[in-house]
């Protein structure tokens, strides 16, 4: 913004040489101090928080960051999640928590109050986003449930058998004549298949 000081004086001052550049040198500073505030506005807020901000955040609950293998995005988002860590928690409140970090859709929370099983159906490729997974099941999970991770196969197994059968010669004899590591301790002829 221009002319920050001098549009709050009287006209004549701005014809004077020394309150025109009073005027530039206050801009810049009030700029500069309209940005500083800004700022800390947006810091108050863990989505648009700064790295400085973000770093503080994270030392206040104690998580161990790697910059170089995780986005500011995702940190946000842990941030945001270990606040929401709060009981009472629901099987809903769970999966909404575990879409927030891995994605909608991409994980299933079933319980089976029976067996007591808590099984959580993800297929997470990210080692730093299985961590914060891992972390958030072990914060809400209640105490006597089993807690059982399952991967989702997208690829089908398909199993063959068959019978087969195999001759073996046994080429050792016990008079001394056979002697170790000339000639094989047996043979196996080729398979034949039976069925």
């Not at 001098?6 to 701005?14: A, K, Q, T």
């Not at 500083?36 to 960051?65: H, K, N, Y």
């Not at 946000?76 to 909608?104: A, E, M, W």
Request: with cysteine; net charge negative; hydrophobic share 40%.
């Amino acid at each position: 913004m221009s002319k920050r000081f001098i549009r709050h004086l009287p006209e004549f001052y701005r014809f004077i040489k020394d309150f025109r550049e009073l005027d530039q040198t206050g801009t810049i500073e009030l700029d500069l101090l309209q940005d500083a505030v800004d700022q800390l506005f947006s810091d108050q807020f863990v989505m648009t928080s700064s790295l400085p901000a973000i770093r503080r955040r994270e030392q206040m609950l104690g998580i161990q960051a790697d910059p170089t293998a995780e986005t500011l995005d995702f940190r946000r988002r842990r941030i945001v999640n270990r606040y929401q860590t709060k009981p009472p928690f629901t099987v809903r409140y769970l999966q909404q928590q575990l879409d927030l970090i891995v994605g909608s859709g991409l994980t299933l929370v079933e319980v089976d109050p029976q067996a007591c099983i808590l099984s959580i159906t993800a297929d997470i490729a990210n080692a730093t986003v299985f961590r914060e997974v891992l972390h958030t099941i072990e914060t809400i999970k209640p105490a006597n449930l089993f807690y059982w991770q399952q991967t989702p196969f997208t690829l089908a197994i398909e199993l063959e058998e068959h019978i087969g059968m195999r001759h073996m010669t046994w080429n050792y004899t016990l008079n001394g004549s056979w002697q170790l590591g000339y000639t094989p301790y047996m043979t196996l002829e080729p398979e034949v298949l039976i069925i």
